[in-house]
């Protein structure tokens, strides 16, 4: 089955500054989502990645998918409180279901 | 479009008693996901469905939990007899692809449920 493992599992930033959490899958990607949670609400979807070596944009958050479709990051420049959550990445495998990683916890600090 | 919409928000029951959980799909969405998110295992998929077929029922834990969906704007998922180890929030997602790939689903806000 596909694995997705997230790292770091949790990170502690200053506000305004920037980080990166990454994804990593056991086997190839098709389709690669991000999501941010706040606990014990609904996950939100922020964007979606499928080929190799796409990276799209939203606001602050930039996500790519690398070019082996194995691996995920999402990068936030001058990060703000706004930004803390649980982020999730999800994937498609190809039995048609998602699978998803185990998240990281963001807190940001004012 | 409201979402999609589970209910109740949160569920307090006494173990042994059984407890269902309501989901209402976007409208148009053919394909419905029942997660179950907990700390120790974080978010697992515990059945989905495509056009109200079952199609993955393999990450239902055990006989105690079933699910329905008997048109494609209403789903549910039982637990009888309910366990204080069912205690999770368990989300309903929809989409418009089902069992094919490039698809995001919508989240519902989910269902806090805690068996005591």
């Known amino acids: 089955s596909q694995e997705l493992e997230q790292s770091p599992q949790s990170l502690i930033v200053q506000e305004g500054k920037n980080l990166t959490i990454n994804c990593t899958s056991s086997?190839?990607?098709?389709?690669l989502y991000w999501y941010k949670q706040k606990y014990g609400e609904g996950l939100i979807f922020l964007m979606m990645l499928q080929k190799g070596g796409e990276e799209k944009s939203h606001e602050k958050i930039t996500a790519k998918l690398d070019e082996k479709k194995q691996q995920s990051s999402l990068h936030i420049t001058a990060s703000q409180p706004s930004h803390a959550g649980i982020y999730l990445c999800?994937?498609?495998?190809?039995?048609?279901?998602?699978?998803f990683g185990d998240g990281t916890t963001l807190t940001v600090k004012p | 479009d409201a979402g999609v919409i589970q209910s109740p928000r949160h569920e307090v029951t006494e173990m042994g008693q059984e407890v269902t959980l309501r989901c209402k799909p976007i409208s148009g969405h053919n394909s419905l996901f029942w997660y179950r998110q907990t700390m120790m295992r974080g978010l697992e998929l515990l059945i989905y469905f495509n056009n109200n077929v079952p199609i993955d029922d393999s990450g239902m834990p055990e006989d105690r939990f079933s699910a329905k969906m008997p048109n494609a704007s209403f789903s549910t998922l039982k637990i009888q007899p309910s366990e204080p180890r069912d205690s999770a929030v368990y989300f309903c997602?929809?989409?418009?692809?089902?069992?094919?790939?490039?698809?995001?689903?919508?989240f519902g806000s989910g269902t806090r449920l805690t068996v005591v």
């Open positions: 086997k190839t990607l098709y389709g």
């Open positions: 999800g994937a498609d495998t190809n039995a048609g279901k998602s699978t």
């Open positions: 997602a929809s989409s418009s692809g089902g069992g094919a790939l490039f698809h995001g689903y919508t």
